[in-house]
Nanobody, 121 residues
Framework: QVQLVESGGGLVQPGGSLRLSCAAS????????MGWYRQAPGKQRELVAVITKGGDTNYADSVKGRFTISRDSAKNTVYLEMNSLKPEDTAVYYC???????????????WGQGTQVTVSS
């Protein structure tokens, strides 16, 4: 079994910062891409940022220059540093990873349970 556990969400004022973390655990053989998605009330889930196993990154246009994704492969952990937060960043943020377990031949997609980020004064 594999688990993705997020942490670091909360309430922050506009212009503030938060750092999200997501740790993968279980019978993990390897992890390819890891990423963050978000879903605001009444909206579809959208990609925020993704980082490949080799460290290449991609961001949604709405967060470029404000958010930074990184990973610690030794800890099976991905981070999202969020700066200059805006009210429109308010959403539930989900961690996502392509993981091959010890008993599988291919990578499967796994999701965390989500962490709430609220940007409000």
């Amino acid at each position: 079994q594999v688990q993705l556990v997020e942490s670091g969400g909360g309430l922050v004022q506009p212009g503030g910062s938060l750092r999200l973390s997501c740790a993968a655990s279980g019978s993990i053989f390897s992890i390819n891409a890891m990423g963050w998605y978000r879903q605001a009330p009444g909206k579809q889930r959208e990609l925020v940022a993704v980082i490949t196993k080799g460290g290449d990154t991609n961001y949604a246009d709405s967060v470029k220059g404000r958010f930074t994704i990184s990973r610690d492969s030794a800890k099976n952990t991905v981070y999202l540093e969020m700066n200059s937060l805006k009210p429109e960043d308010t959403a539930v943020y989900y961690c996502n990873a392509l993981i091959r377990t010890s008993y599988a031949r291919v990578h499967y997609e796994y999701w965390g349970q989500g962490t709430q980020v609220t940007v409000s004064s």
